[in-house]
């Protein structure tokens, strides 16, 4: 919970700063397919550099061979991200990579019905290659993929490589 109110304080602290610079605020719609809800935000430090601070919700459900009935698995990860822009049009667009640490708290795990201990609480720490297009009306549009090396969450195994894609839709706020 504590993760949780300091992303909170780092989304206001970036929304706050908007008078100084560029902000984003996304939503992952790919996310909708996973039963998943994520949302974030992006500073544009520079036309080159951006730094997105994120939040999200899962209720997963998934086939496992170590039990008899299906495993259910509730998570809220936050995410915080640095990236690097290659020749941007305008500002903070095109072809991205970054370098990003990803949180996941465990709310709850069970199988079928009956609950079970939940595997520890995971960091996972990787990159984050991307495209980002935006219009004119400034609508933007990311596809990305995470790539972080993380305790696996949902049986709670050793820690692997794990690949994340998203597609965000969001909005990109200039200053005055």
Wanted: glycine share 10%; net charge positive.
């Amino acid at each position: 919970m504590k993760n949780l109110f300091l992303l909170f304080c780092i989304v206001l602290s970036i929304a706050s700063a908007q008078a100084q610079g560029r902000l984003e605020l996304k939503a992952d719609v790919l996310g909708v397919f996973e039963s998943a809800i994520g949302l974030s935000g992006e500073y544009l430090l520079l036309p080159e550099w951006g730094i997105e601070a994120g939040m999200g919700y899962q209720a997963y459900r998934f086939v496992s061979n170590d039990y008899p009935e299906t495993v259910t698995i509730k998570y809220v990860n936050t995410h915080l991200s640095g990236r690097h822009y290659f020749k941007p049009k305008y500002g903070s667009d095109r072809f991205f990579i970054g370098a990003v640490a990803d949180y996941y708290h465990i709310l709850s795990r069970a199988v079928g019905k009956q609950e079970i201990e939940n595997p520890d609480n995971t960091l996972g720490i990787g990159v984050e290659p991307g495209y980002k297009w935006i219009t004119k009306k400034n609508i933007l549009i990311e596809l990305s993929g995470r790539v972080l090396y993380l305790k696996d969450v949902f049986e709670g195994k050793e820690a692997d490589i794990n690949v994340i894609i998203t597609g965000k839709i969001g909005y990109r706020f200039h200053k005055k």
